[in-house]
Protein backbone atom coordinates (compact mmCIF):
# COMPACT_ATOMS: atom_id res chain seq x y z
CA UNK A 1 0.00 0.00 0.00
CA UNK A 2 0.99 3.59 -0.80
CA UNK A 3 -0.10 6.37 1.55
CA UNK A 4 0.01 10.14 0.60
CA UNK A 5 -1.23 12.35 3.37
CA UNK A 6 -2.02 16.40 3.29
CA UNK A 7 -3.02 18.34 5.76
CA UNK A 8 -5.15 22.03 5.17
CA UNK A 9 -6.44 24.48 7.36
CA UNK A 10 -9.43 22.58 8.05
CA UNK A 11 -9.57 19.17 6.63
CA UNK A 12 -6.82 16.23 5.59
CA UNK A 13 -6.51 14.14 2.36
CA UNK A 14 -5.26 11.12 2.34
CA UNK A 15 -4.78 8.48 -0.64
CA UNK A 16 -4.25 5.30 -0.89
CA UNK A 17 -2.94 3.42 -3.78
CA UNK A 18 -2.91 -0.63 -3.94
CA UNK A 19 -4.56 -1.16 -0.59
CA UNK A 20 -4.79 -4.99 1.00
CA UNK A 21 -7.80 -6.35 3.46
CA UNK A 22 -5.77 -6.00 6.25
CA UNK A 23 -5.11 -2.28 5.43
CA UNK A 24 -9.26 -2.30 4.63
CA UNK A 25 -9.52 -2.70 8.47
CA UNK A 26 -6.78 -0.27 9.47
CA UNK A 27 -8.61 2.44 7.90
CA UNK A 28 -11.75 1.30 9.24
CA UNK A 29 -10.88 2.12 12.31
CA UNK A 30 -8.75 5.31 11.93
CA UNK A 31 -11.54 6.83 10.01
CA UNK A 32 -14.58 5.39 11.72
CA UNK A 33 -16.01 3.82 8.22
CA UNK A 34 -18.03 0.72 7.95
CA UNK A 35 -15.91 -1.70 6.96
CA UNK A 36 -18.02 -3.74 4.39
CA UNK A 37 -18.67 -0.88 2.00
CA UNK A 38 -14.84 0.30 2.86
CA UNK A 39 -13.51 -3.45 1.96
CA UNK A 40 -15.69 -4.12 -1.00
CA UNK A 41 -15.40 -0.55 -2.91
CA UNK A 42 -12.36 -1.28 -5.22
CA UNK A 43 -14.64 -4.49 -6.78
CA UNK A 44 -14.42 -4.24 -10.39
CA UNK A 45 -17.99 -4.53 -11.07
CA UNK A 46 -19.30 -1.31 -9.29
CA UNK A 47 -20.74 1.54 -11.17
CA UNK A 48 -20.42 5.43 -10.00
CA UNK A 49 -22.68 5.76 -7.53
CA UNK A 50 -23.04 7.73 -4.33
CA UNK A 51 -24.00 6.63 -0.66
CA UNK A 52 -24.45 8.09 2.47
CA UNK A 53 -22.86 5.70 5.15
CA UNK A 54 -24.03 8.11 8.11
CA UNK A 55 -24.88 11.63 9.00
CA UNK A 56 -20.89 12.51 8.92
CA UNK A 57 -19.55 10.14 5.81
CA UNK A 58 -20.62 9.99 2.29
CA UNK A 59 -19.11 7.33 -0.07
CA UNK A 60 -18.24 8.11 -3.26
CA UNK A 61 -17.77 5.72 -6.97
CA UNK A 62 -16.40 7.53 -9.67
CA UNK A 63 -14.88 5.52 -13.03
CA UNK A 64 -12.23 7.29 -14.75
CA UNK A 65 -10.87 6.29 -18.77
CA UNK A 66 -8.30 3.65 -17.92
CA UNK A 67 -4.74 5.07 -19.94
CA UNK A 68 -3.79 1.40 -20.45
CA UNK A 69 -6.54 -0.10 -22.14
CA UNK A 70 -6.14 -2.58 -25.08
CA UNK A 71 -6.67 -1.49 -28.33
CA UNK A 72 -9.87 -4.23 -28.37
CA UNK A 73 -10.89 -3.63 -24.71
CA UNK A 74 -14.89 -3.14 -24.62
CA UNK A 75 -16.30 -3.38 -21.30
CA UNK A 76 -16.61 -1.09 -18.53
CA UNK A 77 -13.92 -3.36 -16.46
CA UNK A 78 -11.46 -2.72 -19.63
CA UNK A 79 -11.79 0.68 -20.41
CA UNK A 80 -11.95 2.24 -16.87
CA UNK A 81 -10.38 2.01 -13.28
CA UNK A 82 -12.08 3.33 -10.21
CA UNK A 83 -11.59 6.09 -7.70
CA UNK A 84 -13.00 6.09 -4.72
CA UNK A 85 -13.90 8.88 -2.60
CA UNK A 86 -14.87 8.62 0.98
CA UNK A 87 -15.25 11.98 2.78
CA UNK A 88 -17.03 13.76 6.07
CA UNK A 89 -16.62 17.05 7.53
CA UNK A 90 -12.61 17.10 8.10
CA UNK A 91 -11.23 14.37 6.14
CA UNK A 92 -11.35 13.25 2.80
CA UNK A 93 -9.76 9.34 1.91
CA UNK A 94 -9.45 8.66 -1.81
CA UNK A 95 -9.18 5.10 -2.56
CA UNK A 96 -7.72 3.46 -6.04
CA UNK A 97 -5.58 0.49 -7.18
CA UNK A 98 -3.40 1.57 -9.89
CA UNK A 99 -1.53 5.19 -10.05
CA UNK A 100 -3.76 7.89 -11.70
CA UNK A 101 -2.51 10.80 -12.90
CA UNK A 102 -5.48 13.07 -11.91
CA UNK A 103 -4.38 12.24 -8.44
CA UNK A 104 -0.95 12.49 -8.46
CA UNK A 105 -0.77 15.47 -10.44
CA UNK A 106 -3.25 17.27 -7.29
CA UNK A 107 -0.72 15.38 -5.00
CA UNK A 108 2.25 17.81 -6.42
CA UNK A 109 -0.15 20.78 -6.64
CA UNK A 110 -1.31 20.71 -3.20
CA UNK A 111 1.34 22.15 -0.91
CA UNK A 112 1.08 25.25 -3.31
CA UNK A 113 -3.52 25.27 -3.22
CA UNK A 114 -5.22 26.46 -1.07
CA UNK A 115 -8.44 24.61 -1.19
CA UNK A 116 -11.14 23.65 1.07
CA UNK A 117 -12.92 20.04 0.90
CA UNK A 118 -15.74 20.76 -1.52
CA UNK A 119 -12.97 22.41 -4.00
CA UNK A 120 -10.79 19.54 -3.38
CA UNK A 121 -13.94 17.23 -4.67
CA UNK A 122 -14.66 19.07 -7.02
CA UNK A 123 -11.55 19.64 -8.64
CA UNK A 124 -10.99 15.92 -8.63
CA UNK A 125 -14.53 15.24 -9.83
CA UNK A 126 -13.69 17.37 -12.98
CA UNK A 127 -10.55 15.44 -13.62
CA UNK A 128 -11.79 12.31 -13.68
CA UNK A 129 -14.63 13.64 -16.66
CA UNK A 130 -11.86 15.00 -18.09
CA UNK A 131 -9.91 11.70 -18.81
CA UNK A 132 -12.54 10.81 -21.25
CA UNK A 133 -11.98 13.69 -23.80
CA UNK A 134 -9.39 12.16 -25.84
CA UNK A 135 -10.67 8.60 -26.09
CA UNK A 136 -13.75 10.31 -26.87
CA UNK A 137 -11.74 12.07 -30.15
CA UNK A 138 -10.41 8.95 -30.78
CA UNK A 139 -13.25 7.29 -31.05
CA UNK A 140 -14.94 9.79 -33.31
CA UNK A 141 -12.08 10.02 -35.86
CA UNK A 142 -11.98 6.26 -36.24
CA UNK A 143 -16.29 7.13 -36.83
CA UNK A 144 -14.62 8.96 -39.64
CA UNK A 145 -12.63 7.07 -41.15
CA UNK A 146 -15.32 4.28 -41.13
CA UNK A 147 -17.84 6.61 -43.01
CA UNK A 148 -15.09 7.14 -45.75
CA UNK A 149 -14.73 3.70 -46.24
CA UNK A 150 -18.27 2.67 -46.13
CA UNK A 151 -18.77 5.43 -49.11
CA UNK A 152 -15.58 4.25 -51.10
CA UNK A 153 -17.47 0.44 -50.70
CA UNK A 154 -14.34 -0.89 -49.02
CA UNK A 155 -15.52 -3.44 -46.45
CA UNK A 156 -12.63 -4.88 -45.17
CA UNK A 157 -13.16 -5.37 -41.44
CA UNK A 158 -15.32 -2.48 -41.24
CA UNK A 159 -18.28 -4.27 -39.05
CA UNK A 160 -15.31 -5.54 -36.20
CA UNK A 161 -14.42 -2.37 -35.88
CA UNK A 162 -17.26 -0.29 -36.22
CA UNK A 163 -18.88 -2.83 -33.76
CA UNK A 164 -15.72 -1.92 -30.87
CA UNK A 165 -16.57 1.50 -31.25
CA UNK A 166 -20.40 0.72 -30.80
CA UNK A 167 -19.33 -1.04 -28.06
CA UNK A 168 -16.84 1.67 -26.28
CA UNK A 169 -19.14 4.20 -26.74
CA UNK A 170 -21.84 2.64 -25.31
CA UNK A 171 -19.31 2.13 -22.12
CA UNK A 172 -19.12 5.67 -22.17
CA UNK A 173 -22.56 6.53 -22.16
CA UNK A 174 -23.57 4.35 -18.90
CA UNK A 175 -20.54 5.76 -17.06
CA UNK A 176 -21.71 9.46 -17.91
CA UNK A 177 -25.11 8.76 -16.94
CA UNK A 178 -24.62 6.83 -13.44
CA UNK A 179 -21.79 9.74 -13.16
CA UNK A 180 -24.34 12.13 -13.65
CA UNK A 181 -26.46 10.31 -11.25
CA UNK A 182 -23.77 10.42 -8.70
CA UNK A 183 -23.17 14.38 -9.25
CA UNK A 184 -27.28 15.23 -8.68
CA UNK A 185 -27.25 13.50 -5.57
CA UNK A 186 -23.73 14.89 -4.59
CA UNK A 187 -25.77 18.15 -4.51
CA UNK A 188 -28.06 16.89 -1.94
CA UNK A 189 -25.48 16.62 0.88
CA UNK A 190 -25.96 18.69 3.87
CA UNK A 191 -22.85 20.70 5.07
CA UNK A 192 -21.04 21.27 1.60
CA UNK A 193 -21.27 23.53 -0.63
CA UNK A 194 -21.90 21.24 -4.07
CA UNK A 195 -25.21 23.21 -4.80
CA UNK A 196 -23.29 25.10 -7.22
CA UNK A 197 -21.20 22.27 -9.39
CA UNK A 198 -22.05 23.88 -12.78
CA UNK A 199 -18.45 24.10 -13.76
CA UNK A 200 -18.73 19.94 -13.22
CA UNK A 201 -21.67 19.54 -15.04
CA UNK A 202 -20.59 21.31 -17.97
CA UNK A 203 -18.00 19.37 -19.20
CA UNK A 204 -19.91 16.07 -18.30
CA UNK A 205 -23.29 16.98 -20.07
CA UNK A 206 -20.85 17.55 -22.96
CA UNK A 207 -19.42 14.39 -22.81
CA UNK A 208 -22.61 12.80 -22.67
CA UNK A 209 -23.73 14.70 -25.58
CA UNK A 210 -20.64 14.10 -27.80
CA UNK A 211 -20.66 10.10 -26.92
CA UNK A 212 -24.50 10.06 -28.15
CA UNK A 213 -23.67 11.54 -31.10
CA UNK A 214 -21.18 9.17 -31.48
CA UNK A 215 -23.09 6.11 -31.03
CA UNK A 216 -26.18 7.31 -33.18
CA UNK A 217 -23.31 8.12 -36.06
CA UNK A 218 -21.73 4.88 -35.84
CA UNK A 219 -24.98 2.95 -35.86
CA UNK A 220 -26.16 5.02 -38.88
CA UNK A 221 -23.13 3.78 -40.67
CA UNK A 222 -23.20 0.56 -39.87
CA UNK A 223 -27.04 0.09 -41.13
CA UNK A 224 -25.43 1.95 -44.28
CA UNK A 225 -22.36 -0.48 -44.77
CA UNK A 226 -25.28 -3.50 -44.33
CA UNK A 227 -27.55 -1.84 -46.82
CA UNK A 228 -24.93 -1.39 -49.38
CA UNK A 229 -23.83 -4.41 -48.85
CA UNK A 230 -27.60 -6.07 -49.39
CA UNK A 231 -27.53 -3.77 -52.61
CA UNK A 232 -24.09 -4.74 -54.03
CA UNK A 233 -25.34 -8.50 -53.29
CA UNK A 234 -28.71 -7.46 -55.34
CA UNK A 235 -26.82 -6.23 -58.00
CA UNK A 236 -24.67 -10.01 -58.55
CA UNK A 237 -27.35 -11.96 -58.06
CA UNK A 238 -29.41 -9.54 -60.89
CA UNK A 239 -26.38 -10.21 -62.84
CA UNK A 240 -27.01 -13.66 -62.83
CA UNK A 241 -30.35 -13.75 -63.49
CA UNK A 242 -29.75 -11.49 -66.78
CA UNK A 243 -27.43 -14.06 -67.82
CA UNK A 244 -29.51 -16.97 -67.25
CA UNK A 245 -32.35 -15.04 -68.43
CA UNK A 246 -30.35 -14.70 -72.16
CA UNK A 247 -28.81 -18.35 -72.57
CA UNK A 248 -32.48 -19.63 -71.71
CA UNK A 249 -33.57 -17.92 -74.31
CA UNK A 250 -31.12 -18.70 -76.83
CA UNK A 251 -31.66 -22.30 -75.79
CA UNK A 252 -35.50 -21.79 -76.81
CA UNK A 253 -34.77 -21.14 -80.36
CA UNK A 254 -32.06 -24.02 -80.66
CA UNK A 255 -33.77 -26.81 -78.99
CA UNK A 256 -35.68 -27.56 -81.66
CA UNK A 257 -33.60 -26.81 -83.92
CA UNK A 258 -31.18 -29.49 -82.79
CA UNK A 259 -33.68 -32.06 -82.38
CA UNK A 260 -34.67 -31.81 -86.20
CA UNK A 261 -30.78 -31.63 -87.19
CA UNK A 262 -30.45 -34.87 -84.77
CA UNK A 263 -32.88 -36.87 -86.54
CA UNK A 264 -31.83 -36.35 -89.60
CA UNK A 265 -28.28 -36.97 -89.11
CA UNK A 266 -29.17 -40.20 -87.63
CA UNK A 267 -27.34 -43.44 -90.36
CA UNK A 268 -30.02 -45.03 -90.46
CA UNK A 269 -30.04 -46.80 -93.96
CA UNK A 270 -33.82 -46.54 -94.82
CA UNK A 271 -35.05 -42.69 -94.22
CA UNK A 272 -37.28 -41.67 -96.93
CA UNK A 273 -36.86 -38.41 -96.39
CA UNK A 274 -33.09 -38.32 -97.62
CA UNK A 275 -34.18 -39.15 -100.51
CA UNK A 276 -36.24 -36.00 -101.60
CA UNK A 277 -34.90 -33.88 -104.00
CA UNK A 278 -35.74 -30.30 -102.05
CA UNK A 279 -35.07 -32.09 -98.68
CA UNK A 280 -32.05 -30.08 -97.79
CA UNK A 281 -34.04 -26.99 -98.80
CA UNK A 282 -37.30 -27.94 -97.02
CA UNK A 283 -35.89 -29.02 -93.81
CA UNK A 284 -33.53 -25.33 -93.88
CA UNK A 285 -37.26 -23.61 -94.47
CA UNK A 286 -39.10 -25.63 -91.66
CA UNK A 287 -36.14 -24.62 -88.96
CA UNK A 288 -36.57 -21.04 -90.29
CA UNK A 289 -40.38 -21.29 -89.86
CA UNK A 290 -40.15 -22.91 -86.60
CA UNK A 291 -37.42 -19.84 -85.46
CA UNK A 292 -39.73 -17.02 -86.24
CA UNK A 293 -42.61 -18.90 -84.30
CA UNK A 294 -40.41 -18.71 -81.33
CA UNK A 295 -38.53 -15.80 -81.80
CA UNK A 296 -42.97 -14.33 -82.58
CA UNK A 297 -44.21 -16.47 -79.16
CA UNK A 298 -41.02 -14.79 -76.74
CA UNK A 299 -41.51 -11.59 -77.93
CA UNK A 300 -45.59 -11.64 -76.69
CA UNK A 301 -44.35 -12.99 -73.50
CA UNK A 302 -42.15 -9.77 -72.83
CA UNK A 303 -38.93 -12.16 -72.06
CA UNK A 304 -36.96 -10.25 -74.83
CA UNK A 305 -37.51 -6.94 -72.16
CA UNK A 306 -35.53 -6.38 -69.02
CA UNK A 307 -38.94 -4.41 -67.56
CA UNK A 308 -40.00 -7.73 -66.50
CA UNK A 309 -37.66 -8.78 -64.05
Same mark, same amino acid.
Given at each position: ????????????????????? *????????????????????????????? !??????????? =????????????????? @????????????? =??????????????????????? @???????????????????????????????? +???????????? !??? %??????????????????? &?????????? %???????? *???????????? #?????????? @????????????????????? +????? =???????? =?? !????? %??????????????? +?? %????????????????? #???????? @??? &? &??
Amino acid at each position: MKRFEHQWQDFKWTDIESPTQ *EDFVRLAEEFEIPFQPLATSLDSEHLPKF !LTLSESVSFMI =LRLYDVTAKHQAGTMQD @LSTKLILFFGKDF =LLTIHRMPLECIEEKKMKCSFEQ @LSLDGLIKSLFIKVIATYDKPLDEVESKTQVI +ESRVFTLRRRNI !LRE %GYLIKRRTSVFKKIFKFTT &DVLNKLQTVP %GHAFQDME *ETREPLEKYSFY #ADSIYEDITG @LLNLHLSLMSQKTNEASYKTN +EIMRI =LTVVSIFF =LP !LNFIA %GVYGMNFEHMPELKI +EQ %GYHMTLLAMFLIAVAIF #AWIYKKGW @LTK &D &DL
